[in-house]
């Protein structure tokens, strides 16, 4: 029980950090504004500049006479949970500052709990040109993902690449479990969006999805494009609609600045671990190494890594829905298969940990989308090994330790010498063997004859000879 507690320490340590990796370059989300109503008459450019004031055209409609033209390529591959949502408002922030293009390349099922009705609302607002690219090929728009398709100033698609449908507008729930005035609320701002970017907004409706061709001749896009250069060229010249007017893009690649931007190491570590998967395997390693620390002596590596890893499984589950009585009984059944071991036997204790761990498996993400909830395979497999790891190995373990700990016990009275500084821990030599000692009573220098007074774990607890 002290190791546990030497432990937790550390979890603390590990979930304390997640909110400093968060905040290193937060991004407010936009809450709905007036623009954002579900009403299908889209703002006027009169009415948009006089909620804000329309930045000089310098700044936003592109470079001044003989500068280069920037474009800022944004790449979103997979779920937009909030760590995605931060890096692609605040580069957009950042790119209407500097009055550039926007490119995203994006590949997504959709937004992970949060409102992306709001990040999309927010991209219609820009105030410089937002491009959204469905590529390269085999990449999906899906949900919250269609939403950008729609927001943006001018889309387009790759050959291979699809769209569609808008549901689940957040993995955090399964479609069914999609409130229908956050459908409703979302088709209204689509109908607002398409009005102002001449888009059909009959597709995101219908439910359905759609390839490349489809979505052409449906007209909710309106280029398609093999690759980024070849996106960059075919738009090139190309009249856009911003807020508060129309803009020319320059994007040729021959003339313009490219900025590719990804995710940096703070936020891909909180990407990483924002999902089912990720919070399940963490959770899962991270209680195997406790749990075999708990069979030996002292902190050692084995603990400190499972400490680190509940903790990102901690962070995870406070982005992440999940079910209290599936994580109650994925953890109470590795708690029950611990105690088995503990107990030296493999019995019902251990046939109820397994069902309860089997059970919570399944429980534990139960209300998420489909796109991201835990694969059959991996809870398979996953229950296979914690059979195996907890029933033999960590019960293997155990005993390897009491048999250690029982010769210790025989060194108990006997003679020995300190083979390095006690300063309280060190080397010792007794009985034709080095083992790990501590002083009771301050340093022992090296080569001091020393005395097992005890054995704490697999440390003896030792003081020098009279």
């Known amino acids: 029980m002290r190791r546990l507690l030497r432990l937790l320490p550390l979890c603390a340590a590990a979930v304390a950090?997640?909110?400093?990796?968060?905040?290193?370059?937060?991004?407010?989300?936009?809450?709905?504004?007036?623009?954002?109503?579900?009403?299908?008459?889209?703002?006027?450019?009169?009415?948009?500049?006089?909620?804000?004031?329309?930045?000089?055209?310098?700044?936003?409609?592109?470079?001044?006479?003989?500068?280069?033209?920037?474009v800022d390529v944004v790449k979103v591959d997979g779920v937009i949970d909030r760590s995605v949502a931060d890096y692609l408002l605040a580069t957009l922030q950042d790119a209407e500052e500097r009055g550039d293009t926007v490119v995203i390349q994006l590949n997504t099922p959709g937004t992970l709990d949060l409102d992306a009705a709001a990040v999309a609302q927010r991209v219609f607002d820009a105030t410089v040109p937002v491009v959204v690219w469905v590529g390269p090929a085999g990449s999906h728009a899906?949900?919250?993902?269609?939403?950008?398709?729609?927001?943006?100033?001018?889309?387009?698609?790759?050959?291979?690449?699809?769209?569609?449908?808008?549901?689940?507008?957040?993995?955090?729930r399964t479609?069914?479990?999609?409130?229908?005035?956050?459908?409703?609320?979302?088709?209204?701002?689509?109908?607002?969006?398409?009005?102002?970017?001449?888009?059909?907004?009959?597709?995101?409706?219908?439910?359905?999805?759609?390839?490349?061709?489809?979505?052409l001749e449906q007209h909710v896009v309106s280029r398609?494009?093999?690759?980024?250069?070849?996106?960059?060229?075919?738009?090139?010249g190309t009249s856009v609609a911003v807020r508060g007017g129309r803009v020319t893009l320059q994007t040729d690649p021959g003339r313009a600045v490219l900025r590719f931007h990804e995710l940096g190491p703070a936020r891909r570590v909180l990407h990483a671990v924002a999902s089912p998967v990720a919070i399940y395997v963490l959770l899962v390693l991270g209680l195997m190494g406790i749990a075999f620390e708990l069979t030996q002596s002292g902190v050692g590596v084995a603990g400190i890594a499972g400490a680190v890893a509940v903790g990102f499984a901690a962070y995870g589950l406070s982005v992440v829905p999940f079910s209290a009585p599936?994580?109650?009984?994925?953890?109470?059944?590795?708690?029950?298969?611990?105690?088995?071991?503990?107990?030296?036997?493999?019995?019902?204790?251990?046939a109820a940990g397994m069902a309860a761990f089997v059970a919570g498996s399944f429980l534990v993400f139960r209300e998420v989308a489909p796109a991201i909830d835990l694969p059959v395979w991996l809870v398979v497999l996953t229950v296979i090994t914690t059979f195996l790891y907890w029933g033999f190995a960590l019960t293997v373990a155990q005993r390897s330790r009491e048999r250690i700990t029982?010769?210790?016990?025989?060194?108990?009275?006997?003679?020995?010498?300190?083979?390095?500084l006690l300063a309280p821990d060190g080397p010792v030599f007794v009985k034709g063997t080095l083992w790990r000692g501590k002083a009771m009573d301050g340093p022992i220098p090296p080569g001091t004859k020393i005395r097992v007074r005890g054995v704490d774990g697999l440390i003896l607890r030792v003081e020098p000879e009279e």
Do not use: C, H, N
């Open 406 to 420: 029982s010769t210790q016990r025989g060194l108990v009275g006997l003679v020995g010498e300190a083979r390095g």
């Open 326 to 350: 599936g994580l109650g009984l994925l953890v109470g059944g590795l708690a029950l298969l611990s105690l088995d071991v503990a107990l030296r036997r493999l019995g019902p204790v251990t």
């Open 224 to 236: 398609a494009a093999i690759d980024l250069g070849d996106l960059l060229r075919k738009i090139d």
């Open 175 to 215: 479609s069914s479990a999609d409130d229908p005035t956050i459908r409703s609320r979302a088709l209204g701002l689509i109908r607002t969006w398409s009005a102002s970017r001449g888009r059909d907004p009959a597709f995101a409706a219908s439910g359905g999805e759609a390839p490349a061709r489809q979505a």
């Open 142 to 172: 899906v949900g919250g993902g269609l939403l950008l398709v729609y927001a943006s100033s001018l889309a387009a698609m790759s050959p291979g690449s699809g769209v569609g449908p808008l549901e689940p507008l957040d993995l955090a």
């Open 17 to 70: 950090v997640m909110p400093w990796l968060a905040g290193s370059a937060e991004a407010a989300y936009p809450a709905p504004t007036a623009s954002a109503s579900t009403s299908a008459s889209a703002p006027t450019p009169a009415s948009a500049s006089a909620s804000t004031p329309a930045p000089s055209p310098s700044a936003v409609l592109g470079p001044g006479p003989g500068a280069a033209p920037d």
